[in-house]
């Protein structure tokens, strides 16, 4: 079973965001978010997930550099990559960033501090990281 999530990146009144479809629950997506924007801006957290948008989302999100450590050795055993769907567009914006999206968890990162505010189902958005 997977943990859908969106992110999203806001600048002004605008959102630009994506679906991701692995691993989207808090303790995984805030490190990594913050991780990603640490070593590539949220420019770069802008143009990964205008790339997800074009190409249906992401199966997973990841720092491009980052390792896959196995849950059951404890040890890194390769680079970890987000990984896209390749299928039709699918674009979050602030027009349906409140929709569904059959998601259980958004991260919405302002462009402009870096913050992340995550909120999980229906609950009032909490200003995390």
């Not at 997977?2 to 997506?29: A, L, R, W």
């Not at 987000?82 to 039709?88: K, R, S, V, Y």
């Not at 501090?113 to 999980?120: F, K, L, P």
């Amino acid at each position: 079973m997977s943990t859908q999530s969106i992110i999203g990146v806001k600048f002004g009144d605008k959102i630009i965001g994506c679906s991701v479809h692995y691993d989207g629950y808090p303790e995984n997506m805030i490190p990594t978010l913050n991780d990603f924007i640490e070593k590539y801006s949220t420019t770069g957290l802008v143009v990964i997930i205008t790339e997800g948008g074009k190409r249906g989302g992401m199966r997973s999100f990841n720092t491009p550099d980052g390792d896959w450590v196995s849950r059951v050795k404890g040890e890194a055993v390769g680079p970890r990559k987000t990984d896209f769907i390749d299928g039709q567009a699918y674009v979050i914006t602030e027009e349906n960033w409140s929709h569904d999206h059959a998601s259980h968890h958004r991260y919405l990162v302002d462009y402009d501090t870096g913050r992340i505010t995550h909120q999980e189902g229906d609950k009032v958005p909490v200003d995390t990281w």
